[in-house]
């Protein structure tokens, strides 16, 4: 009774090979394939798989410095990440797909090591391991800044994806012929206001209080020195006079000068300053947090100045700001 089932299975085997052969288009059966489940958890969560005698000693002092660092302009403390740390055997299955895991390990070569997709998609995974716990702390201290623009510009790059999937493309689509330059704009947003070189936009939340902000506009390029501080600075206080009134007499917005923005290099092609701070109004008692890009557009000439603020009095912060972040890093010059 062997011999014929041994027999069809050998005819089976070359009526597939044949099949095989002959498959010239479409997909290939030969092609290794990697199923991934979708990642788990927020935006803005960390997993950290640690031992406990790390995370309670200054190793973890040094990761909670780094990744629970406040957010940059505004007026509350809000930690970067909410943190998860978890003790090498309590890592299950339930945190094995999180989008952000950071895994620290002692009795290994010195190494930070970044791994994308790891066990789901879109998700990323840094490994920092060291021989000893006095010098992976030392590893921590020194690396721990870049590692943490890694998981930051991640969390970039998702909320921009979000955000595109339900955008008011009408609206993206009038800005583009209008003012030649490309920018998602989340869905209820409206068109307050636009003027030649200058557009403003507006989401009104009643339920929560919330009131996000965009404003764009332009200026012809003439040097460099248009993107310092103090240029920018002037700039958006000039745009606040002009569109922001308050509802006393002689208010209008202006930067917060009492506490200093944060100025940096958002990126250098097309060269872009970024700068975060609050703003209040003038002769008034209303204020919020704000954050700018100040692009040059060498093609046309020009510099591109995206801002978006907030009033945001009795809510946390962090994720408006963050996702008028995401607006402005979306933005496309022609």
Avoid at 102 to 121: E, F, M, Q
């Amino acid at each position: 009774m062997k011999t014929p089932f041994i027999n069809l299975i050998v005819v089976l085997s070359v009526l597939f090979s044949g099949c095989k052969q002959k498959t010239t288009n479409g997909l290939d059966p030969d092609k290794s394939r990697s199923f991934l489940p979708p990642n788990t958890g927020n935006i803005s969560e960390l997993v950290i798989v640690i031992p406990d005698n790390l995370w309670d000693g200054t190793t973890g002092q040094e990761l909670k410095n780094i990744f629970q660092a406040n957010v940059l302009g505004i007026p509350q403390q809000e930690a970067l990440f909410d943190v998860f740390a978890i003790n090498p055997t309590q890592f299950s299955n339930i945190f094995k797909t999180h989008k952000n895991i950071l895994w620290l390990t002692i009795g290994k070569p010195s190494a930070v090591n970044r791994s994308d997709s790891k066990w789901a998609k879109d998700q990323l995974v840094v490994s920092i391991s060291s021989n000893s716990v006095q010098e992976l702390t030392n590893l921590v201290r020194s690396k721990g800044i870049e590692v943490r623009e890694w998981f930051l510009a991640k969390d970039l790059d998702r909320r921009i994806k979000k955000i595109a999937k339900s955008s008011d493309k009408e609206i993206q689509k009038e800005i583009f012929e209008a003012y030649k330059y490309n920018i998602l704009v989340p869905n209820n947003f409206d068109v307050i206001l636009s003027e030649q070189d200058f557009v403003w936009l507006r989401r009104d939340q009643a339920k929560v209080n919330v009131i996000s902000n965009l404003w764009i506009h332009s200026l012809p390029y003439k040097n460099t020195s248009q993107l310092s501080k103090k240029n920018i600075i002037q700039l958006r206080d000039s745009l606040g006079r002009v569109h922001v009134e308050g509802a006393r007499p002689q208010s209008y917005m202006s930067t917060e000068v009492l506490y200093e923005p944060d100025f940096t290099v958002k990126s250098e092609s097309p060269y872009t300053m970024e700068m975060r701070g609050l703003w209040t109004m003038v002769n008034d008692f209303l204020g919020g947090s704000f954050i700018s890009h100040s692009l040059i557009d060498e093609k046309n000439q020009r510099i591109v100045y995206a801002e978006g603020f907030l009033y945001c009095p009795k809510q946390r912060k962090r994720f408006y700001i963050q996702e008028l972040e995401a607006v402005l890093s979306s933005i496309k010059l022609e």
